[in-house]
């Protein structure tokens, strides 16, 4: 009679084979900091930008705030009219009659010669400020096509000045370059605020 090896049980022979061994892997002991970025130059660079814009800003509108004064005639360039004023005037410069917004004076204009002298203002209109008060064209006086020489004027009203004609072109050159030293400016400014804070919100991080 045959014999028959006894059964193995798993945990005392060798089938079935158990699981293969498992390795273990344990974290190392610490802890991990991410590492710090470099500071960002974007708030420097835009505020190192924008301060030379504004101080040309600065320099550019005390220009603009000079030529501005000699839009409108100086007080030197300025004759009163009292009584019989006598003015001279050159062929290539004239001059104008200014009286205060809403007058209606009546004056006489006397040229050099017997010729009555044409006083119209040739659809021009010239308004500036005096002593804190508007002044208007309401004559002409001498001119091209008219001799030149000394003119008498004379007027039924005080207030009235005689004085060169205001420099329209000045006026127009005086706005754009008002209009352009806004905007320098005021691009200038924002780079500078805007660079500020990128800057001290990038220090904030950091710390």
Do not use: H, K
Not at 53 to 76: D, E, H, K, N, Y
Not at 147 to 159: F, K, L, R, S
């Amino acid at each position: 009679m045959s014999t028959q090896p006894p059964y193995a049980s798993p945990s005392e022979g060798q089938w079935p084979p158990g699981p293969p061994p498992r390795g273990q892997w344990s974290a190392p002991t610490g802890s991990w900091q991410q590492p710090l970025r470099p500071p960002s130059r974007v708030g420097p660079i835009l505020a190192v930008v924008g301060a030379p814009m504004v101080v040309a800003a600065v320099v550019l509108g005390l220009f603009v705030g000079r030529g501005m004064l000699g839009i409108v005639p100086s007080p030197a360039d300025i004759t009163p009219v009292s009584g019989e004023t006598v003015v001279r005037v050159d062929e290539a410069a004239p001059l104008y009659l200014y009286a205060p917004v809403g007058r209606m004076p009546t004056c006489d204009i006397v040229g050099p010669t017997a010729e009555v002298p044409d006083i119209s203002l040739g659809g021009v209109s010239y308004t500036f400020p005096l002593e804190n008060q508007s002044y208007e064209a309401v004559a002409r006086i001498g001119g091209p096509g008219q001799p030149e020489g000394e003119y008498t004027v004379t007027c039924d009203q005080p207030g009235l000045v005689v004085a060169p004609p205001v420099d329209l072109r000045g006026i127009f050159v005086a706005v754009g370059g008002l209009l352009g030293v806004t905007a320098l400016g005021g691009t200038g400014f924002v780079l500078v605020v805007v660079g500020l804070i990128l800057w001290l919100l990038g220090r904030r991080r950091r710390t």
